[in-house]
């Protein structure tokens, strides 16, 4: 780990015989994050419909948190008011933001994009917002997270490979202002290998990250569009590139599947707001299917969602409940349909870990590991 | 207690030197009820937002859920093959079901009214319903509550003396129904004394009641449109008349000073939706006041909701941080703030329940039990 952070260690415990799938511990200033990990999303410094108290029951360690929608709402300057991240939506463990990046190019109208930075329009009072790479790594700075996120540019996906060219060496030069910008010590500043579908741009935007030494490293630009088949093949091709002594996030992922082949690519932490998205959508995540609770099957169904989960939705409620909850449109539905599907994601990455450290990783995962069929 | 009921009982622990207030506790199958109690309303098997675990650690003891709605949805027979409410809403402690009169005289079109009973058309599909007063005893055995309500006329408010002693003379005629309907000995039937704002016909009432022998009372038509000085006046004249080994249940009411005056003229419970549904709206209860997170003045205030609360809200979160959550209209906001007002309403029951066993209820109450000012 680059001496400049302290606080920051990630000890590989155990590689897969047949992949290049690891255990790992990653040590921040706010606690432990065990490898592999699925880290739920609280865009607004909240997991949507979660107490801290029941994102912890559910098994997280480390969260995500947007830069974006915290600049925006309620502003950098209160989170750092009231004592940083951790202590405005007390959660004591580890917290990551992004950049700001991803939702500046996928979320935001009206932009202009130089070589300085991206100007938008705020979707909130319509007022024009400026975020550079030095902006928003002070923005970071104020919120306070354990790591944060370089400043990239995201090309949409599909995107001609000149722009997709342009927009690696961009976030390159914008990596190394953000360097630059990032003034404290306790937070690790990961950067993000861009380059799209194009093998020979993930290759060189992966070398140029790895020459800055950087304390870890994420692969972006895959949740934008892509099908399941491009995701793959760029994670294969791009996480055995980056050092093996550094933790590897793939960001914006949190499918069965998808996860299953990052980490048999050697690929560390996930995120993704779909176990919260689906729950708001009345649907369930079990046994690597998904469950619309609206459906009539469960109406008189009185047995837990899963019944090996140890969450407390499967421990205390029946399906004929939460299908009830759903129909009903009561917000109790949600949450606890939110309980059970961040559970389902950690667990899920949990099982990974474990059967990575008993070295049965093919064995144990080999339905998601098998060549794709039409099953997502 | 009426023999005829096993598991309940009432206990008078201490009462108050100078008004009719009383602190108790009583028993029921699922549990002890201390009192004065405060209930959360629990709708549709849900207190909204709230988990059991929530709810529990709030100090909730018994809570409400509604006939009408459960009836509608999901319908009592899908509640009794779960194994009854309890097990259903995973409540282990005391359930009281309303007899979804109230709920058909204020929300339901369309209804007619005969001596046999209500016919309406359900909101939710459109199908004509019936309840009379044998089938609002039946969907509540179905349910399994420990407490369930007469089905009762409820005249609107203001209404002529000659529709509200109708009323009571039907909801009398009905209540006679309801006890030769009633086939369980582990749910007690409450009647519900009705009678507008006339103190004759509430005397009378009441008489007719108490002669019945039942295993509680409760005083009913207080909420629909009355303002606060008739409600005190009402619950004054009524609560007195109510056999003083019995538990007495204001029906609907959950605001700081109707609660106060209800427990000085001897009333043991209450329940109201206000905690939750000013949650919702974004408002909390704090030391007899409402304050809308939205205003300005909480955007930088980070201090807890309330020092002297111990809830799980005031113990972790900022007014700055619930003021954000309610302004970026986060459900979390809707959740941390019900658990607090349902906290506060429980606490503020409770202390009149410590006050009168220590014989200081007039001297701490003093604010509430002043006359009317204009405060509320």
């Known amino acids: 780990m680059t001496e400049d952070y302290t606080g920051f260690n990630f ?23 065990e490898t592999p990990r699925f880290m739920p999303v609280g865009t607004l410094a909240n997991v949507k419909t979660l107490t801290p108290a029941q994102l912890e029951a559910a098994g997280a360690q480390m969260v995500l948190a947007n830069t974006y929608h915290l600049h ?3 502003g950098e300057g209160i989170v750092a008011a009231a ?17 700001g990046g991803f939702q500046v190019f996928s979320l935001s109208e009206m932009r202009t ?35 944060i996120m370089a400043f990239d540019e995201c090309p949409p996906y599909p995107a001609p490979r000149q722009d997709v060219e342009a927009a690696v060496d961009r976030t390159f030069r914008w990596l190394q202002r953000c360097m630059q ?13 861009q380059g799209g579908v194009y093998p020979d741009l993930r290759s060189r935007a992966a070398q140029q990250l790895v020459d800055l030494d950087l304390p870890g490293y994420a692969i972006g630009g895959v949740s ?13 091709l791009t996480a055995p590139l980056l050092p093996p002594e550094k933790p590897r996030y793939l960001m914006g992922i949190g499918t069965y599947r998808e996860m299953a082949q990052a980490v048999a690519s050697g690929v560390d932490m996930f995120d993704c707001v779909i176990p919260t998205r689906l729950a708001r959508h009345g649907t369930a995540l079990v046994a690597g299917e998904r469950w619309n609770l609206k459906n009539a099957r469960f109406k008189e169904d009185f047995s837990p969602l899963d019944e090996s989960c140890p969450c407390y939705t499967c421990q205390n409620f029946s399906r ?13 539905g949600h949450t606890l349909l939110a309980i059970h599907n961040v559970t389902e994601l950690i667990r899920f990455a949990r099982r990974m870990r474990e059967a990575i450290l008993a070295d049965r990783f093919t064995e144990e995962f080999a339905r998601w590991l098998a060549p794709r069929v039409d099953l997502d």
Not at 224 to 236: C, F, T, W
Not at 320 to 332: D, G, N, P, T
């Open 224 to 236: 934008v569009g892509e099908p399941g088949e491009a995701i793959e093949h760029i994670v294969k």
């Open 320 to 332: 004929a409940y939460l299908s009830h909850l759903v129909r009903a449109k009561e917000i109790l």
């Open 113 to 147: 994009i130089s070589e300085d930075g991206v100007t938008f329009r705020s979707p909130r009072d319509g007022q024009m917002i400026r975020l550079t790479p030095e902006r928003s790594i002070e923005i970071q700075n104020q919120l306070g997270a354990d790591v």
């Open 181 to 193: 910008a990032h003034s404290r010590s306790d937070q690790a500043l990961f950067g993000i290998v």
């Open 72 to 74: 925006l709402q309620p």
């Open 11 to 33: 000890k590989c415990q155990a590689r897969c015989s047949h992949t290049q799938a690891r255990a790992g511990v990653f040590a921040t200033p706010h606690g432990a994050v």
């Open 83 to 99: 004592g940083g991240l951790h202590k405005f939506m007390a959660w004591p463990g580890p917290i990551l933001t992004d950049s």
